[in-house]
């Protein structure tokens, strides 16, 4: 029996030096297989990020289920200005990237990095952002990025809406869109009104993309909202864009009656209508397509449906410039009124999104009609608090205001001005005929509930009591 030293023997020394490279092979294996991966996904990001900055016209960016990679090729595919990405190396991409960036957040913020290894920082957030565009951190070093000079941020507009195309709903993405469109919109000439032009036009199609690609998407409506107030008052003709934008609106309720984020849209815009000094005779479409629906009156000047519907009152007398919004707004919600809501609800009955914007038309109706005449328009106070503008009063459910008790009898007492117009007289006439038509073709009692709780909602808080 030989011995090594120490009283061990060499059969002892051999079964731990094996008992050794047991424990240290598997590593050895692991720390390849990590250098490999960390030389692959560096080859992938690269790739990624030549196409990024040389094609000005990509349209989406999808990854694709792969399990594996069976033909042994790259696993980014480029066809037609789109770009896939093969879901097999989406975590050895996201796990590298993610750790060198944390490597060098601080050093970063702290502007201690080279110009070159900026540029390096940008291929991973390409990476990380495309994969999963939720995480603020790696949108503030973009920033800080851009804000060094190191990326342009053309190519970080085409780079958001890659990610738009993927991820619809990131707020994230839009924010960082708002944040490079300020930048721009800062350095820009006062005179200068096609360049915000231009970028309207270009972030109204975006909003578009990402509103088809998921439903009910509140961030792309919020953007939309965004850069009508941002861009399109940097326009030089405001009237024509908020015209453009109410088509617009018309045309996307019809086809997508059930998102409630679009007929909120279209209430922002009627708001804009009723506030905005700049917006001039929008009210000539709607007006004489509400006057051949209603079969009104046939004088060319819009006040005149003022006159026929709401009486003689305080807008008698004077230039249309000074009761330019107020004919706009009273002729768009009887447009809505007596043409959207009556097609939409004719196709697709019963429908929650078309009830809750007929609630916001009546209100606005009979608000406006006592406005006119200078009466004061009271309703349940539990209701202030859903009229101002950036919350939905569609959303409001009457049973909210009785609290789950009984309702008082109303005494009737003398009618105001309001009450015995023609406009009153005809939306009371109209909307008993509306309840009692969904009652009948109800078949469900969702909605037949619907139609129950729109008469409470117009009894209890625009206190219709006779419909």
């Avoid at 990405?85 to 989406?90: G, I, K, Q, T």
């Avoid at 009618?415 to 005929?433: D, G, H, I, M």
Wanted: charged fraction near 25%; hydrophobic fraction near 40%; glycine fraction near 4%.
């Amino acid at each position: 029996m030989y011995h090594v030293g120490n009283g061990v023997s060499k059969c002892q020394f051999v079964e731990k030096i094996q008992i050794f490279f047991d424990f240290l092979f598997p590593l050895i294996i692991t720390f390849a297989e990590m250098e490999d991966d960390n030389s692959m996904s560096q080859r992938i990001l690269r790739t990624l990020e030549t196409i990024l900055n040389n094609d000005p016209q990509l349209k989406e960016f999808v990854i694709i289920p792969c399990e594996s990679n069976t033909k042994n090729k790259s696993p980014v595919l480029y066809e037609e200005h789109n770009i896939g990405l093969e879901s097999w190396c989406v975590k050895h991409i996201y796990r590298h990237a993610y750790l060198e960036l944390f490597e060098v957040r601080k050093s970063l913020a702290k502007r201690k990095l080279s110009f070159a290894k900026q540029s390096n920082l940008n291929r991973l957030l390409i990476g990380v952002l495309l994969i999963n565009p939720d995480v603020s951190t790696f949108w503030n070093m973009k920033r800080e990025l851009v804000e060094n000079d190191v990326i342009g941020v053309t190519n970080e507009l085409i780079f958001s809406k890659m990610v738009l195309s993927y991820k619809s709903k990131s707020n994230e993405a839009f924010a960082y869109r708002r944040w490079l469109l300020g930048r721009i919109l800062a350095k820009l000439q006062v005179n200068d009104l096609e360049t915000p032009r231009n970028f309207l036009e270009n972030e109204l199609g975006v909003c578009e993309m990402a509103a088809r690609r998921n439903a009910n998407n509140y961030h792309a409506w919020t953007h939309r909202i965004w850069c009508i107030e941002t861009l399109g008052t940097r326009i030089g003709n405001f009237t024509n864009v908020v015209s453009d934008e109410l088509a617009f609106s018309e045309k996307w309720v019809s086809g997508h009656v059930s998102e409630h984020t679009g007929f909120h849209y279209r209430q922002y815009l009627l708001n804009t209508v009723r506030k905005s000094r700049r917006i001039t005779n929008v009210y000539e479409f709607y007006y004489c397509e509400t006057i051949k629906i209603l079969g009104l009156v046939s004088e060319n000047d819009p006040r005149d449906i003022l006159t026929f519907l709401l009486g003689k009152d305080k807008f008698q007398g004077k230039p249309l410039e000074e009761t330019i919004n107020f004919v706009n707004f009273f002729c768009l919600l009887l447009y809505d009124m007596y043409n959207v809501v009556e097609m939409l609800n004719s196709v697709y009955p019963n429908h929650e999104s078309i009830w809750y914007h007929r609630r916001f038309l009546v209100y606005n109706l009979v608000k406006t009609a006592h406005e006119y005449h200078g009466l004061a328009f009271k309703t349940d106070a539990k209701l202030d608090e859903v009229i101002l503008y950036g919350t939905n009063i569609v959303n409001v459910d009457s049973s909210a205001f009785s609290d789950g008790e009984k309702q008082p009898k109303l005494f009737k007492s003398q009618l105001n001005k309001v009450q015995s117009s023609r406009l009153y007289q005809t939306l009371l006439k109209n909307e008993a005929e509306f309840i009692k038509k969904n009652l009948v073709q109800s078949s469900l009692f969702h909605e037949l509930e619907l139609a129950r709780r729109y008469e409470k909602w117009l009894k209890f808080v625009v206190c219709m009591e006779d419909v």
